[in-house]
């Protein structure tokens, strides 16, 4: 069963709007790990999350993560077609295993 | 160092016969990790080791799936006898640690086609 929600499950924009995907768990998580993938290739780790509150940026993509640690959202400002791919959320829920969850993704395209 | 090798990239095999996936992990990462992505269930762990000791494998579906570590730098996951339900890409991933401020990288994945 997905116990890590994302939303929506794609999302289609055109260059230079902004955009923001959701994860959201019904538990409190230990992490969150965001990751990008294209067609055909592995993931790209983007940023981690570990605070209740904390925020992260790389160039335009930011990720917060919120103050009882069960939501994150991942914004990108003035899309670009680079930007185009699967962006998966990943929880740590701080087993003993370690184990990461992975949400089913948001297909983002970003048309010119 | 050049990532996490996966081979091979694609892999295409008839109803029961033997699948072997291959992967070498990162020089130096501890953990290795494989999942499995499909478009039905997104990107589940199978089985994950530590120093080439597999720690969870609750993950693996069926005993028709096998793994191994015999050393630091070479991990297999074999799939005997294959079955169509099997396709899907499968993905290798190591890291340094466990937990943390610390990614897993993975590789590029064996996209796997069982007819």
């Known amino acids: 069963s997905q116990e890590l929600e994302q939303s929506p499950q794609s999302l289609i924009v055109q260059e230079g709007k902004n955009l923001t995907i959701n994860c959201t768990s019904s538990?409190?998580?230990?992490?969150l790990y965001w990751y990008k993938q294209k067609y055909g290739e592995g993931l790209i780790f983007l940023m981690m999350?570990?605070?209740?509150?904390e925020e992260k940026s790389h160039e335009k993509i930011t990720a917060k993560l919120d103050e009882k640690k069960q939501q994150s959202s991942l914004h990108i400002t003035a899309s670009q077609p680079s930007h185009a791919g699967i962006y998966l959320c990943?929880?740590?829920?701080?087993?003993?295993?370690?184990?990461?969850?992975f949400g089913r993704g948001t297909q983002l395209t970003v048309w010119p | 160092d050049a990532g996490v090798i996966q081979s091979p990239r694609h892999e295409v095999t008839e109803m029961g016969q033997e699948v072997t996936l291959r992967c070498k992990p990162i020089?130096?990462?501890?953990?290795l990790f494989w999942y499995r992505q499909t478009m039905m269930r997104g990107l589940e762990l199978l089985i994950y080791?530590?120093?080439?000791?597999?720690?969870?494998d609750s993950g693996m579906p069926e005993d028709r799936f096998s793994a191994k570590m015999p050393n630091a730098s070479f991990s297999t996951l074999k799939i005997q006898p294959s079955e169509p339900r099997d396709s899907a890409v499968y993905f290798c991933?190591?890291?340094?640690?466990?937990?943390?401020?610390?990614?897993?990288?993975f590789g590029q994945g064996t996209r796997l086609t069982v007819v």
């Open positions: 991933a190591s890291s340094p640690r466990m937990r943390g401020n610390t990614e897993a990288f």
């Open positions: 538990k409190t998580l230990y992490g």
């Open positions: 999350l570990q605070k209740g509150g």
């Open positions: 990943g929880a740590d829920r701080g087993s003993t295993l370690g184990r990461l969850y």
């Open positions: 020089s130096g990462h501890d953990y």
């Open positions: 080791f530590n120093n080439n000791v597999p720690i969870d």
